[in-house]
């Protein structure tokens, strides 16, 4: 990276819709791309590693919300002028605090656990390691400086039609989230012998 764009702000290279504008809209837009994208990378990388491609989740649905939470984490402080090395720091930060949390949520409430990095060095209760860290850091990097200017100019030829279908996602990912905790609760008790 040069000097001049290491001393921009994130934000002159981000061109469209913002998340730092504070628009229901515009946060569930990005939210859902980037959850579904997750998704689509997990199974994609299952059917790489163990040639299955639908790898079982937490939600029925395709999303995977941890994939969806980190990248608008991030963004609302690189739209805010946030410099480029802010920004790397985040992109290694946030998404291993809501992977963290997401395993411990998962772990706590309904007894699985869906990733194990427990054999890896440098590792946390399983859940976050560090070379998972710093590829979810080169992703996250990724995501904002090459994937997400894209984005946000779909959002803006799709915002008439979100309007309207964005409520309705978020009813079928509300729908989804707590038929999943339920069918999972309902499995976990059953492994238990409650």
Known sequence: MNMELQQQP??????GA????????VILFFFMVYAFGGWL???VYSKATTGVFLKEGFLFGPFKPMYGFAPVFILLYAERGASWGIVLLLCLIVPTCVEYISGMLLQKGIH???WDYSGFRLQLHGHICLSFSLCWMLLSLAVIWI???YVAALYIKVEPIWRIFGPLWLLYVLSDAGWSVWVRRQEAHLLAGD
């Open 10 to 15: 994130v934000l002159s290279v981000l061109q």
């Open 112 to 114: 699985r656990q869906y």
């Open 41 to 43: 990378l997990e199974n």
């Open 147 to 149: 994937l997400h200017p």
């Open 18 to 25: 913002h998340v730092s504008s504070g628009s229901v809209h």
